[in-house]
Structures are given as structure tokens and as C-alpha cells.
């Protein structure tokens, strides 16, 4: 997958496309080019262009940079799964992407989440830690449907 399939099928503007590639929205991202292509366009494995997409959505939704950084790393460190027998963990973004189901990531007053995939649904938690907050309420809240963005891009 590259930038423009990711900005065709989604709708995305590919300027925030790039600006999440190109300010490191996302931890860990490693950007592969290639070499055969003219102008050596980026390429992606569609989990990472559903991520990228996720990001750019945020962005879109003038969340901050600093909230969308530690948003997206929730939700690629949230242990979703358990692993079973050999298997690594899922994390969040990883079921999500994965699921047939709604799959839905709330950012609470720019610094809390929540994460949802069909009937399942977290308590709010704290980024980092994952500690639940049982007596929090946000006073604003963004809702980033991960279902939409994955239907969008598999299509």
C-alpha cells in the first residue's frame, strides 16, 4: 500500500498523510521505499496503512499533535488479546483491523482512551499504564471510527 491508495480510498488529504509519516506521528513506523519505482514512493503493509490513515484522521479532526502521538501509541500497546500458547499478544489496532465488527477508539480530554470492537468495550483508561479509571468522566470526547477506516481501505 502506498500514499495515494491510502488518500484514494479513504478520502484523506495526502498532506496529512505525510505530515504523520514525516513528523513521526506514529512510534516505530518504519518506512520502506521503492527503489524500482520512479521517485522511490513509500510502502506499507495494510495494518501500517490503516494506522497511518487512523493518525491522519486525528489530524483531521484537529486533535493535537501531542494527543494524536500518545493516542496512536495507545492504541499499538494495548494488549487487546491474550496470546494463546506460542502466539505474541494482539494489540489493539491489531484486532481492530482485524475484526469483522465495529471497532471504535475514544480519546478523553485529549489524554485518556477507551477502546471498543464489537460488544466489548474497555473502561476508560490511562495511556502508558492502562490503569483504569473507574470515577472518570471527560468533558470532551473524540471518537475515531476504526471500523469505517478499515472497511474503507480493504474495499
Same mark, same amino acid.
Do not use: C
Given at each position: 500500500m502506498d500514499i495515494q491508495t491510502i488518500a484514494t480510498k479513504t478520502g484523506i488529504p495526502i498532506r496529512k498523510i505525510r505530515y504523520v509519516l514525516? =513528523?513521526? &506521528?506514529?512510534? *516505530?513506523?518504519? &518506512?520502506?521505499?521503492?527503489?524500482?519505482?520512479?521517485? =522511490?514512493? %513509500? /510502502?506499507? @503493509?495494510? +495494518?501500517? !496503512? #490503516? /494506522?497511518?490513515? /487512523?493518525?491522519? /484522521?486525528?489530524?483531521?479532526c484537529d486533535v493535537k499533535r501531542d494527543s494524536v502521538v500518545g493516542f496512536m501509541e495507545s492504541i499499538g500497546?494495548? @494488549?487487546?488479546?491474550?496470546?494463546?500458547?506460542k502466539r505474541r499478544r494482539q494489540t489493539f489496532v491489531e484486532a481492530a483491523f482485524l475484526s469483522q465488527h465495529e471497532a471504535i477508539a475514544v480519546l478523553g480530554? !485529549?489524554?485518556?482512551? %477507551?477502546?471498543? &470492537? !464489537?460488544?466489548?468495550q474497555t473502561d476508560w483508561l490511562q495511556p502508558g499504564t #492502562?490503569?483504569?479509571?473507574?470515577?472518570? =468522566?471527560? %468533558? *470532551?470526547?473524540?471518537?475515531?471510527? +476504526? *471500523?469505517h477506516i478499515r472497511d474503507a481501505l480493504l474495499r
Open positions: 514525516d =513528523h513521526r &506521528i506514529l512510534p *516505530g513506523m518504519r &518506512i520502506k521505499t521503492d527503489a524500482e519505482r520512479v521517485g =522511490h514512493p %513509500r /510502502s506499507f @503493509t495494510d +495494518l501500517e !496503512g #490503516f /494506522s497511518i490513515a /487512523s493518525g491522519a /484522521s486525528l489530524l483531521e500497546d494495548y @494488549t487487546w488479546k491474550k496470546a494463546e500458547m480530554d !485529549g489524554l485518556n482512551v %477507551r477502546f471498543q &470492537i !464489537g460488544e466489548q #492502562f490503569a483504569q479509571l473507574k470515577d472518570y =468522566h471527560p %468533558r *470532551g470526547e473524540v471518537r475515531l471510527n +476504526l *471500523g
